[in-house]
């Protein structure tokens, strides 16, 4: 009798603990399936988009457990991004047409001095803060100043002797022509196939750069991936008045509060990262 009770306690214990285990390893399988592969983060230009990036990707190349502030931003001080590869923008492939007709370097086209002080002159091909010899200078872009044909006319009308914000010929090229009166899907579609290649590869993918909620966001999520909105207040809030940096907000973008230290911000990245993407 007694050995019959223990012999029942025995398989009983057995039985459970086996049926826990079943629990554990179904419920580590939910997660998995349930991780978040493809990121998108948006927010103002000067919020922190491309740095919150570069903290995403060396956290999941060392690991939750390992990662720290000191050696991300040992690699960030001498521009060094770990695990760069995972990390695209929509705007890569505008940045690379732009370089290829224009013959600008392309490195030049991501640095954020570059891009706010430099202009390019389509008469001499020379990309500098000079503007004092150009007949015509272009440096904003909306609507009211810069319409869809008139930088073509004014081409013409000053026999090329135009500069050109390096800042705005990125936004006139992509929104103006490319997205507004060529195919608005355009680069969106070409950004999320090269996400879906580098996810199958490498794990991760993710695009620092989203702007546009109904399609560029929509078109993230609509993969299964999601958006980050960095938000970063500042005492001198003149944003860009271009389409292309008008950011919406939406309930369901995971927000990241940018107004407070680096460490901070690696920190609640790096929750980010252990909560969603391991």
């Not at 629990?23 to 948006?42: A, E, F, P, R, Y």
């Not at 060392?62 to 960030?76: E, Q, R, S, V």
């Not at 090329?160 to 390096?166: A, F, G, L, T």
Request: proline share 0%; net charge neutral; aromatic share 12%.
């Amino acid at each position: 009798m007694i050995f019959n009770i223990k012999f029942s306690i025995i398989i009983t214990s057995k039985f459970l603990l086996y049926f826990y285990i079943c629990l554990d390893k179904q419920k580590q399988i939910i997660m998995s399936i349930n991780k978040v592969t493809i990121v998108g983060i948006k927010g103002f230009k000067g919020s922190g988009k491309d740095t919150v990036a570069s903290m995403i990707s060396y956290i999941l190349h060392d690991g939750i457990m390992k990662a720290n502030y000191d050696t991300w931003l040992l690699y960030h001080k001498n521009d060094f991004i770990e695990n760069d590869e995972i990390i695209i923008h929509f705007a890569d492939k505008l940045k690379d047409d732009i370089a290829a007709f224009c013959g600008i370097d392309r490195k030049l086209l991501d640095r954020q001095d570059i891009k706010e002080e430099n202009y390019y002159n389509f008469k001499t091909g020379i990309v500098s803060t000079n503007i004092k010899d150009a007949t015509y200078v272009v440096d904003k872009c909306n609507d009211a100043i810069l319409k869809y044909n008139d930088l073509s006319s004014y081409l013409v009308l000053y026999n090329n002797n135009v500069s050109i914000k390096i800042r705005v010929l990125l936004q006139y090229y992509g929104t103006n022509v490319i997205r507004n009166h060529f195919w608005h899907e355009a680069f969106i579609r070409y950004t999320i196939n090269k996400a879906f290649d580098i996810r199958n590869s490498k794990g991760q993918c993710i695009i620092a750069d989203a702007r546009f909620d109904n399609d560029e966001c929509k078109a993230i999520r609509d993969c299964g991936g999601m958006i980050i909105r960095v938000d970063r207040k500042s005492n001198n809030d003149n944003h860009d008045s271009h389409e292309s940096e008008q950011i919406t907000i939406n309930k369901n973008d995971y927000v990241i509060d940018n107004t407070g230290t680096l460490v901070g911000l690696f920190y609640k990245v790096l929750k980010f990262v252990t909560d969603y993407m391991v």
